[in-house]
T-cell receptor, first 117, second 113 residues
Framework: SAVISQKPSRDICQRGTSLTIQCQVD?????MFWYRQQPGQSLTLIAT?????????ESGFVIDKFPISRPNLTFSTLTVSNMSPEDSSIYLC??????????????FGPGTRLTVT | QKEVEQNSGPLSVPEGAIASLNCTYS??????FFWYRQYSGKSPELIMS??SNGDKEDGRFTAQLNKASQYVSLLIRDSQPSDSATYLC?????WGGGFKTIFGAGTRLFVKA
């Protein structure tokens, strides 16, 4: 497995502002992902953070709203821009590790609980 | 649209019983299957991976895979109150040269002492 940390663990922000969430892994990984999980709901993939190139966004998520950086193989950031109360959620980063050579197991960071007022 | 379906529950079992959690998936080409446990307020934790038909046992947990029926299950033997959590089924398929993992909505399990 991998040790994954996220900062901040939680934050309360005013609408219209932006928050940058950091994700740090203790080893080099190729694949990093950002998810959102709203209360009582399952995980929704926001984007895949690609090292050295632009992130790949899922349908319904755009770069202007959720810019992502991936400067190296151990670190990524997700910014939630121009926040509204609808952005209140838990944001999770995950990494994919090669468990068998056939497929890749995902491990999650502890999450960032964001409340927008 | 690839889908992973789970009964949302809650599933309630008495302590010491077997808890059976089920999951179906739509993509017949799916190759890898995972079970995650998520305690309230915590992030998902990988507890089982299974790649071929049949059973895979790890302690009190047994994952079962039936690719013909597109069905994967998780059995928890001797259930304990500490097993009370939401269990997420995840299915990974080839997608655009890599793998894409789809998560189910999860089944809430309550183990009554």
């Amino acid at each position: 497995s991998a040790v994954i940390s996220q900062k901040p663990s939680r934050d309360i922000c005013q609408r219209g502002t932006s928050l940058t969430i950091q994700c740090q892994v203790d080893s080099q990984v190729t694949m990093m992902f950002w998810y959102r999980q709203q209360p009582g709901q399952s995980l929704t993939l926001i984007a895949t953070a690609n090292q050295g190139s632009e992130a790949t966004y899922e349908s319904g998520f755009v770069i202007d709203k959720f810019p992502i950086s991936r400067p190296n193989l151990t670190f990524s950031t997700l910014t939630v821009s121009n926040m509204s109360p609808e952005d209140s959620s838990i944001y999770l980063c995950s990494v994919e590790l090669d468990g068998t050579g056939v497929s890749y197991e995902q491990y999650f960071g502890p999450g960032t609980r964001l409340t927008v007022t | 649209q690839k889908e992973v379906e789970q009964n949302s529950g809650p599933l309630s079992v008495p302590e010491g019983a077997i808890a059976s959690l089920n999951c179906t998936y739509s993509d017949r080409g799916s190759q890898s299957f995972f079970w995650y446990r998520q305690y309230s307020g915590k992030s998902p934790e990988l507890i089982m991976s299974i790649y071929s038909n049949g059973d895979k046992e790890d302690g009190r947990f047994t994952a079962q895979l039936n690719k013909a029926s597109q069905y994967v299950s998780l059995l928890i033997r001797d259930s304990q109150p500490s097993d009370s959590a939401t269990y997420l089924c995840a299915v990974s398929s080839l997608w655009g040269g890599g793998f894409k993992t789809i998560f189910g909505a999860g089944t809430r399990l309550f183990v009554k002492a």
